[in-house]
């Protein structure tokens, strides 16, 4: 089974502007979660999506906002990007929603914001 | 809220030797889930072990297993007959159960523990 994809794996952006990162999760998964990995903050939880519904949302401002499609791929946009937005960010996907569902991560998209 | 919180930033163990790394959690429930990660340079990241908070045995997998505390909320990874592939950070997790509220899917990290190895 094909693992976790992500996609782009680079980018660069210039502050103001808009990104969007995309994920398709492992064949049969229906959660997709998103997280921020940076040096300072660790990893962080954006949000969670189920179904085509987020179920929960991290402490993240509205810049920060995402979508599952039916075929439960999902995107993360991020709009007037900001320097600190420079990170990892992590999509995990899992069968389920909840603990007893294991996350299988992308191998992520590194953001860098000049 | 919870939180997880590892203490050691650095650790580094000689090849096939035992390495223990340490994890506490703050939590009031009763019933999650907990997790080491690694994390090699290449970024992916990859599920070492798992604990389920109700089951009183300690997780093995191979050459890692846990000593999980719960009443002391701790969850410390060992790792046995280290090798040169062990390098990576390394990530305590916490995550709640199936149930309902808010937190649905959330991974609780910790701050993460750079292992190296040396030959």
């Known amino acids: 089974k094909a693992g976790v994809t992500q996609t782009p794996r680079y980018l660069i952006k210039t502050r103001g502007q808009q990104v969007t990162l995309s994920c398709s999760p492992i064949s049969g998964h229906r959660s997709v979660s998103w997280y921020q990995q940076t040096p300072g903050q660790g990893l962080q939880f954006l949000f969670e999506y189920f179904s085509e519904t987020q179920r929960n949302k991290g402490n993240f401002p509205g810049r920060f906002s995402g979508r599952q499609f039916s075929n439960s791929r999902s995107e993360m946009n991020v709009s007037t990007l900001e320097l600190g937005d420079s990170a990892l960010y992590l999509c995990?996907?899992?069968?389920?929603?909840?603990?007893?569902?294991?996350?299988?991560f992308g191998p992520g998209t590194r953001l860098t914001v000049t | 809220a919870q939180t997880v919180t590892q203490s050691q930033p650095e650790m580094s163990v000689q090849e096939a030797e035992t390495v223990t790394l340490s994890c506490t959690y703050d939590t009031s429930e009763s019933d999650y889930y907990l997790f080491w990660y690694k994390q090699p340079p290449s970024r992916q990241m990859i599920l070492v072990i798992r604990q389920e908070a109700y089951k009183q045995q300690n997780a093995t997998e191979n050459r890692f297993s846990v000593n999980f505390q719960k009443a002391a909320k701790s969850f410390s990874l060992k790792i046995s007959d280290s090798q040169l592939g062990d390098a990576a950070m390394y990530f305590c997790a916490y995550r709640r159960p199936n149930a309902g509220g808010t937190s649905y899917g959330k991974l609780t990290f910790g701050q993460g523990t750079i292992l190296t190895v040396h030959p």
């Open positions: 995990a996907s899992s069968l389920g929603s909840g603990g007893v569902y294991e996350q299988y």
